[in-house]
């Protein structure tokens, strides 16, 4: 007979530790070990992996942590991902007509959302969402590789010889990888869509999956509550109004700057000057009008200046560096329209404009909930340094809008093109 495993042999008893009575539990057999059950057998194993008093340090503790340390970075990497998948989503939406909403919607709702709970973290939304996307996005991106060398096979073959067998094979096979890289994608997306449900695909499961009763109901539901979770009308309906709100702040502005252009020199320079007056001010106001739109989701909130101004006495400083990124990072978008970019690698610029306005909207609701959880005005002191430090930037920031006209692409219509406040994507996207 074969000897048992040592994992069933029962554990020694216990040392003795002084100045105590040493009552050792009566020893099991391994039949009775395995007659107990997995539970026991687990517990088995607990007891011999223990440590007494007298014993050496044992290796439960790693592993135990081991499991949970490369979970942590899994779920890490992953958060990771997300917030990759995330902005590139946001940046394709960014460029196309009616989409480009969502994208100014979310990055509203990051500002509101901080205003009213002033935890970073709560500004990344939607990321392990953005993460089952960008997974199943890499998934089909990979599998799809065989069908496209097939299909160059299959072409190759037609040119040399027309009609010949060896096209019309390459063309069957074509056939049938497409017939199975679709079932295969259907199948990693049931799944879950993690990128690992793409590179193995499990048959044995998937058979066991076609004798469950009720998989599609189930299917349908979980469908249902992940497009749910998305919150798309939501972000649409925000980002729409918060669009409406900013063009009626930018419109006089912009368009008195606009008719500088078309006027003869004595009258340019004095329009241009009333003008980035007009938009000076309207630049040091208006995010912290549209956070504060965001955060309570009234449309009439994003023309309560009187609110906002009441809100930086009691966060000056804070108010001054959300200010300063804003407008800083929005000066080297403008850089990007020397050249007009192709149409095909439109999304590219766009990504570079969500991450500049992602951090600037986080701060923006940053500063709205400091300002919040004071209720006194702050000293005298730092109010001045913030209202001194606030206008040069801001002063800035209109010096470098009045020269975009003579640097853009699009010439003066580039003065629509407020990426601080407005769409991510110029407003000649829309």
Request: charged share 15%.
């Amino acid at each position: 007979m074969s000897e048992l495993s040592p994992l069933l042999i029962p554990p020694p008893p216990p040392l003795p530790v002084p100045g105590e009575a040493a009552v050792a539990p009566p020893a099991q057999t391994s039949s009775e070990l395995l007659q107990s059950g997995p539970d026991r057998l687990k517990a088995g194993l607990q007891n011999t992996l223990s440590v007494g008093p007298h014993d050496s340090p044992s290796a439960t503790g790693s592993l135990v942590e081991r499991p949970r340390f490369f979970g942590k970075i899994a779920s890490g990497l992953d958060w990771l991902f997300g917030l990759a998948a995330l902005l590139v989503l946001l940046a394709a939406c960014s460029v196309i007509p009616v989409l480009n909403f969502l994208s100014l919607g979310y990055l509203l709702h990051v500002s509101g959302t901080i205003a009213r709970t002033g935890r970073f973290r709560d500004g990344f939304i939607g990321v392990r969402k953005a993460a089952v996307l960008g997974s199943i996005a890499a998934g089909v991106w990979i599998v799809v590789w065989p069908a496209r060398l097939l299909s160059d096979f299959w072409r190759d073959a037609e040119l040399i010889s027309p009609g010949s067998g060896i096209a019309k094979a390459w063309h069957a096979g074509l056939i049938v990888v497409i017939v199975l890289t679709l079932a295969h994608i259907v199948w990693a997306c049931l799944r879950g869509g993690k990128l690992r449900h793409f590179l193995w695909p499990q048959p044995l499961r998937f058979r066991r999956w076609l004798r469950t009763p009720g998989k599609f109901g189930n299917l349908q539901s979980t469908i249902t509550d992940y497009v749910m979770g998305l919150r798309l009308p939501f972000y649409f309906w925000l980002g729409l109004r918060g669009f409406v709100g900013a063009l009626l702040w930018l419109i006089v502005p912009v368009g008195i700057l606009l008719a500088a252009t078309r006027l003869p020199v004595g009258g340019s320079v004095l329009l241009s000057l009333l003008g980035g007056l007009l938009l000076l001010l309207v630049a040091i106001h208006l995010p912290f009008l549209q956070a504060h739109f965001a955060q309570t989701n009234r449309f009439s909130a994003i023309f309560e200046l009187r609110e906002v101004r009441r809100l930086f006495l009691r966060a000056p400083l804070a108010f001054w560096f959300a200010l300063l990124i804003t407008l800083l990072f929005a000066v080297p978008l403008y850089l990007l329209k020397i050249e007009l970019t192709p149409r095909e690698l439109a999304w590219l610029p766009s990504l570079l404009f969500v991450i500049f306005i992602f951090p600037a909207r986080i701060l923006t609701g940053w500063a709205m909930n400091r300002a919040m959880r004071h209720e006194q005005p702050r000293h005298w002191f730092p109010r001045w340094v913030a209202r001194l430090g606030i206008l040069p930037v801001a002063l800035a920031y209109t010096l470098v809008v009045y020269f975009t006209p003579y640097l853009s692409w699009n010439g003066t219509w580039s003065l629509l093109e407020q990426h601080a406040f407005l769409v991510p994507a110029p407003l000649m996207a829309l």
